[in-house]
Every structure is written in structure tokens, then in C-alpha cells.
Nanobody, 114 residues
Framework: QVQLVESGGGLVQPGGSLRLSCAAS????????MGWYRQVPGKQREMVAG???????NYADAVKGRFTISRDNAKNTVYLQMNSLKAEDTAVYYC????????WGQGTQVTVSS
């Protein structure tokens, strides 16, 4: 069964950190480009960070220098380390896997608030 399961979201104060995880099953994980997207109500889903099969990474300008994406092919898992969080980072974060088709997880809520 093809599945992406996110975890690690929650409530954090501004300036704090969270690490999101996305565990994949049912796919040949190592060949997929993996990514994290986020969405707030009333807005389009936007790309946050991506990592290719050869570990090339890219980031949205809004998160450069604060977020780090990484992958562990042995664990079929992609991570998003989020530091120096801001209120505007509040969103539902979605994991994405792309090869020929795009696969999505169910999302995990991240709320940055004091």
C-alpha cells in the first residue's frame, strides 16, 4: 500500500524549533524526489523544500537559512528541521513524493504562537 505519513507537528513559540518526519511505504523511496509543502486556509499550497534522489536540495526564499530538508533512504523517511520559527510559518505541512506521479500525505498542523 502506497502511503506517506507525516508526524512531528504541533504548537511552538516563535523562535522555537520542530522537526517533521514523513515515512513512506509502498514506493521505491530512493528514486523519488521528496518535498514539503504547506498550506493556510484560503491560500494555495506552496513549496517549502525539496530534495532529489541525489540529495540536491532547494528551498522557498521564506525559509532559506531556517529550514533544512534531509532524507534517510534506509528508513524511507524525509525530514524537515524547522528552526527560528515565525508566526507566518503556521500552516498544515504536507509531504510530497514525486517520480512519474505525485503522492501526498495527509498533512500535519504546525502552529507558531506565543
Amino acid at each position: 500500500q502506497v502511503q506517506l505519513v507525516e508526524s512531528g507537528g504541533g504548537l511552538v513559540q516563535p523562535g522555537g524549533s520542530l522537526r517533521l518526519s514523513c515515512a513512506a511505504s509502498g514506493i521505491l523511496f530512493r528514486i523519488f524526489t521528496m518535498g514539503w509543502y504547506r498550506q493556510v486556509p484560503g491560500k494555495q499550497r506552496e513549496m517549502v523544500a525539496g530534495i532529489t534522489a541525489d540529495d540536491t536540495t532547494n528551498y522557498a526564499d521564506a525559509v532559506k537559512g531556517r529550514f533544512t530538508i534531509s532524507r534517510d533512504n534506509a528508513k524511507n523517511t524525509v525530514y524537515l528541521q524547522m528552526n527560528s520559527l515565525k508566526a507566518e510559518d503556521t500552516a498544515v505541512y504536507y509531504c510530497n513524493a514525486h517520480y512519474r506521479d505525485a503522492l501526498w500525505g495527509q498533512g500535519t498542523q504546525v502552529t507558531v504562537s506565543s
